[in-house]
Structure formats: structure tokens, C-alpha cells
Nanobody, 115 residues
Framework: QVQLVESGGGLVQPGGSLRLSCAAS????????MGWYRQAPGQQRELVAL???????HYADSVKGRFTITRDNAKRTVYLQMNSLKPEETAVYYC?????????WGQGTQVTVSS
């Protein structure tokens, strides 16, 4: 059974930084493209960043230059470094494989950007 466990969220002031982690089990992590997604209240879940099995990164335009996605295959973990956070980025952040497997969604981690 695949489990994806997100952590690292919290309350941060505008302009601050957070590093999210997603630990994976139950799948061959190294061959999967991995993505970070977020869902704000009342909005649809959106892709924030993607890292391929070869560690090529892709970003939503809204986060380019501020967010960095990385992976550690030995630790079966994908990370999202978020800098210069904005209040409108308050959301629950999730990881998943790409393309998405709906059964893989975890609990996510709440990120709140507020002064």
C-alpha cells in the first residue's frame, strides 16, 4: 500500500520561508515523477512543482524563482523549499506521483501565510 506523508507546514509571515517534506513508502520511488500540489479553501487543487525521475524540475509560473523542488531517492523523500511566501499561498500542500494517482493522496500539510 502506497503512503505519502507530508510534513513541514506551519504558520509563517509574508516573505518567510518553509521547507516541506514528503516521505514515500510502498512504491518504487526512484522511477516516479513526483509533484507538490496545493489546495486553498474553496479552490481546486493545483500543481505547484514537479520533479521527474531524472530530477528535472518544473514549476507553476506563480512560484518560479521562489520555490525549489528536490528529491532524495535514498530517503524516498521529495522536498519543497518555499521562499518569499505570500498570503494567497495559504493552502494545504500535498505530494503525489505524476500523473496523479487519486488513491495516493495523504493528509497534506497546512501552510498559513499571515502576519
Amino acid at each position: 500500500q502506497v503512503q505519502l506523508v507530508e510534513s513541514g507546514g506551519g504558520l509563517v509571515q509574508p516573505g518567510g520561508s518553509l521547507r516541506l517534506s514528503c516521505a514515500a513508502s510502498g512504491l518504487i520511488f526512484s522511477i516516479n515523477d513526483m509533484g507538490w500540489y496545493r489546495q486553498a479553501p474553496g479552490q481546486q487543487r493545483e500543481l505547484v512543482a514537479l520533479i521527474t525521475a531524472w530530477s528535472t524540475a518544473h514549476y507553476a509560473d506563480s512560484v518560479k524563482g521562489r520555490f525549489t523542488i528536490t528529491r532524495d531517492n535514498a530517503k524516498r523523500t521529495v522536498y519543497l523549499q518555499m521562499n518569499s511566501l505570500k498570503p494567497e499561498e495559504t493552502a494545504v500542500y500535498y505530494c503525489n506521483v505524476n500523473p496523479i494517482q487519486t488513491s495516493y493522496w495523504g493528509q497534506g500539510t497546512q501552510v498559513t501565510v499571515s502576519s
